[in-house]
């Protein structure tokens, strides 16, 4: 009995552990196609993010390529197009000569029209020009008088007619070497240069030093480029062009007058910067023209001009006011030899004539960018610079044979759009006005003038 009731245990249980063993093994099978079926998934997973990596770096690359092609199209369409700028003034002039004999004064009223021009061909190859009027309000049409006046043509009123004021091109070469070189040709407006703009309200000055050229010309340039090799900011300028031919189509069928022997007025100038940090800003200057005109606008011999200027801007990093402060100084000398019996300023021998310059900037702690300036000039009796274009209508006060005392306040309106000025210039002539050819000092015409102007300025 015993014995078969433990056959029969043993058959109980041996079918217990085989159901259990059925049980595990199917749940083992369930198992593993769970574990297959995630490793399936998760294949599916990183093909799916590796296609999406994949797809998003041709997306990139394709953005890359677009944004490379619209750039080209950009600089290709810039390049293809002329870009033009606006610089528009209207000004009222309050001016007063008191002459030998009597004082005289007088109201106008001038516009001013720049319409600049630009267009850069290459990073190395660009040209500008720039068309003026200038012209009284209600003026006639005048004739601007011999070429000479070619020199100032559209820097002082006239009429409402449109004349080329800047037309040139700029060519930069050997950037990579030790002195980066540029040549450039054409007709400049070498006025408001250094030291000068900011007496005409602008930021940046032109090429040449105020102090002694002050003129519309029609040069060559070639420019080196020496802060490399020399002091920062460094440059050398050589200048040659021609002030004057002797045109004359009546005279004969090539249009030059061969009555009046060489009268062709050539120059050489060299401006150059000595050091420029961005705060201190030194520069120098040398000019010689030959045949320049003596007495009756002659031919008379030559003239060297020489001036050194120097501007700290910042007096004070300290100090907000001081910081935002301009200093100058500028020195200057004109020497003239005539070559023959045709007098310069009124004598055969040579004369030397010398110049001082000096100015303060300051804000006005009123405007938001407006400025103060004061600036004074002194001139000996035989100074005699190259200022004929100077904008200044009772005539041109860097060229003064005395004293001038000079105030001005440049205020923003709309930010650089839309600018204003207030300026007083007060010229005390100990000796004949230097307003044309190389006339005797002695020969005094004007006790003093002066000249109160204010203009509104529309620059875009």
């Keep these: ?34 574990i297959e079926h995630l490793e399936k998934a998760q294949g599916s997973i990183v093909q799916t993010q590796t296609t999406l990596q994949e797809s998003q770096t041709v997306i990139q690359e394709e953005q890359t390529a677009q944004s490379e092609m619209i750039s080209k199209v950009n600089a290709q369409s810039a390049n293809d197009n002329i870009k033009w700028d606006i610089d528009f ?13 009597e004082t005289k004064s007088n ?31 209600g003026a006639q049409t005048e004739d601007i008088g011999w070429n000479g006046d070619n020199w100032r043509a559209s820097s002082q009123p006239h009429d409402v007619d449109l004349r080329l004021r800047q037309a040139y091109f700029v060519y930069k070469f050997g950037n990579d070497w030790d002195v980066p070189m540029s040549f450039s040709a054409g007709r400049r407006a070498a006025t408001d240069g250094f030291l000068a703009n900011h007496r ?33 900011g460094s440059y050398l300028k050589v200048v040659y062009g021609r002030s004057n031919d002797p045109m004359n189509n009546a005279t004969s069928p090539y249009l030059t007058d061969t009555t ?55 007096l004070n990093e ?36 010398y110049s001082f310059w000096a100015g303060f900037l300051f804000p ?27 904008d200044s209508i009772i005539g041109s006060k860097i060229a003064t044979r005395g004293n001038v005392y000079e105030g001005y306040w440049n205020i923003p309106i709309v930010g650089k759009n839309l600018t204003a000025q207030l300026r007083y210039t007060y010229l005390d002539h100990h000796y004949r006005a230097n307003s044309s050819y190389m006339m005797d000092p002695d020969s005094q015409n004007l006790d003093n003038s002066q000249e109160l102007r204010a203009f509104v300025r529309y620059q875009y």
Excluded at 281 to 303: C, D, E, H, S, V
Excluded at 364 to 390: C, H, V
């Design 1 to 34: 009995m015993i014995k078969h009731l433990s056959i029969a245990a043993a058959l109980i249980i041996s079918t217990i552990t085989h159901a259990d063993e059925a049980a595990l093994q199917k749940q083992i099978e369930m198992l593993m196609k769970r």
């Design 89 to 101: 003034r209207s000004a009222v002039h309050s001016i007063d000569y008191k002459e030998i004999a």
């Design 107 to 137: 109201t106008l009223m001038t516009n001013r029209l720049w319409l600049g021009m630009g267009s850069k061909a290459t990073e190395e190859l660009f040209f500008y020009g720039q068309l003026a009027v200038y012209n009284y309000w």
């Design 200 to 232: 005409e309200g602008n930021k940046k000055p032109g090429s040449p030093l105020a102090h002694i050229t002050n003129m519309e010309v029609d040069a060559a340039m070639v420019q080196f480029d020496l802060d490399k090799v020399f002091l920062p």
């Design 260 to 314: 009046t022997g060489d009268d062709t007025v050539d120059f050489l100038v060299l401006p150059m910067s000595l050091y420029n940090d961005g705060q201190n800003n030194l520069m120098a200057q040398y000019a010689r023209i030959t045949n320049i005109k003596g007495q009756n606008a002659q031919a008379a011999g030559t003239a060297q001009l020489g001036a050194i200027s120097y501007q700290l801007d910042g």
């Design 318 to 353: 300290e100090v907000d006011f001081l910081n935002d402060s301009t200093l100058f100084a500028s020195v200057a000398m004109t020497h003239t030899n005539p070559d023959g019996d045709i007098p310069i300023l009124g004598s055969l021998e040579n004369k030397t004539g």
């Design 364 to 390: 006005d702690q009123i405007t938001e960018g407006g400025r103060f300036g004061l600036e004074y000039n002194y001139g000996s009796k035989y100074w005699t610079p190259m200022t004929w274009a100077e």
